[in-house]
């Protein structure tokens, strides 16, 4: 396996870790009423479905971010999504428990569509156009997801820099969507210092307004 295979699946590896938290969350809600012994059953079945319609998802992303315009709209989202994982601390989602095995199987599938489209769209601009990559991705890191969730959000909530590490990921990943966009293309070829370095300044203004939104906001308090 080369770099140019290996560095898009680290990157949507990292990815799902920074953006997978809640998901996690969502798992152990839903199937936090089930017996023992039909827990683990839960947790598997619908973790399998919910990885099966994202791959599903995404490889319908990844068709429709080919249509013109739709890969710099999605790139301008995912810069959006990454300064929203900065500034927001979101509150548990409120997530009715399954009373049967199917019950939180479907909490966990819908759940995981619901809150899953920044991973989706993210997803689809780090995997340059294959799904392939999406799904080994995704195969390696939902089960890191799920079995270390708690420990991820221990250590996202101990060392907040880690938000700015997935940040950083997702707006280097907005980046070169907006790059790969056909009409952005065809006129960043007559820049080519500006349309290398696209990524490093939208890392920088990301992190740097992420930062000063966060002192404010601590300020105001």
Request: no cysteine.
């Amino acid at each position: 396996m080369n770099w140019d295979m290996l560095e898009p699946i680290l990157v949507i590896i990292s990815i799902d870790l920074i953006l997978g938290g809640d998901n996690a969350v969502v798992i152990a809600l839903a199937s936090r009423n089930l017996p023992k012994e039909q827990r683990n059953k839960a947790i598997l079945l619908g973790t399998g479905l919910a990885i099966g319609a994202r791959v599903l998802l995404t490889a319908v992303a990844l068709y429709l971010l080919q249509i013109p315009f739709l890969q710099l709209i999605g790139g301008l989202l995912l810069v959006y999504i990454a300064i929203k994982l900065l500034v927001e601390n979101e509150a548990q989602p409120n997530i009715k428990s399954g009373d049967n095995l199917w019950g939180a199987v479907k909490t966990i599938v819908f759940a995981d569509l619901v809150m899953g489209f920044d991973n989706v769209l993210a997803i689809a601009g780090a995997s340059h156009n294959n799904i392939l990559l999406v799904i080994m991705g995704l195969l390696i890191s939902v089960p890191i997801i799920i079995w270390g969730s708690r420990f991820i959000l221990k250590w996202m909530d101990r060392f907040p820099t880690l938000v700015y590490f997935g940040a950083g990921i997702l707006a280097y990943t907005a980046a070169e969507m907006v790059l790969e966009d056909q009409y952005v293309m065809q006129r960043m070829h007559s820049f080519t210092f500006l349309e290398n370095m696209l990524p490093v300044m939208t890392v920088i203004a990301v992190l740097t307004l992420g930062y000063w939104m966060n002192k404010r906001n601590v300020k105001q308090a």
